[in-house]
């Protein structure tokens, strides 16, 4: 995949241009590598299922196998979402914003969820299940 430096681009050629030029240089992990944050959503419901962060060698990844890969800023390795779970997140599209800082995955869940965390036995549908109440946390229904 050819990239482009973002700082050599104008305003114009960033914003509306169809140069890749992904700022890396913003976020970066333990390890140096620049990362962007990624959001990854359900492509059917719409559902936002993580925000996690991709350097080059994750949206290659994801791009080249068509499974959302991130770069995990925990472990400073690659994480391919499923890898050990079986919660594959099947790519459908890639998407950048605006600035070309940050990214969209929407993609079809494999199986039942994605969140490493379990209900009942099965793995959350999102790791979005609490929402802020007062100063309390409480389980948001799906």
Not at 6 to 22: M, P, V
Not at 55 to 71: E, K
Not at 103 to 114: A, C, H, P, S, T
Request: proline share 1%; aromatic share 8%; net charge negative.
């Amino acid at each position: 995949m050819a990239w482009r430096d973002s700082a050599a681009l104008s305003i114009n050629e960033l914003e509306e241009g169809g140069d890749i030029a992904l700022d890396f240089g913003r976020f970066s992990s333990a390890g140096g590598d620049g990362v962007v944050p990624v959001v990854a959503q359900d492509v059917e419901s719409r559902d936002v299922l993580v925000l996690a962060h991709a350097n080059r060698g994750a949206l290659d990844y994801t791009l080249q196998n068509g499974v959302a890969a991130f770069w995990s800023l925990s472990r400073d390795r690659l994480w391919i979402k499923g890898e050990t779970s079986g919660n594959f997140l099947d790519l459908v599209e890639v998407r950048v914003n605006c600035e070309q800082n940050s990214l969209l995955y929407l993609v079809n869940l494999r199986k039942e969820g994605v969140c490493h965390t379990v209900q009942d036995g099965v793995a959350r549908h999102s790791c979005y299940y609490r929402r802020i109440s007062g100063d309390r946390l409480e389980p948001v229904e799906n």
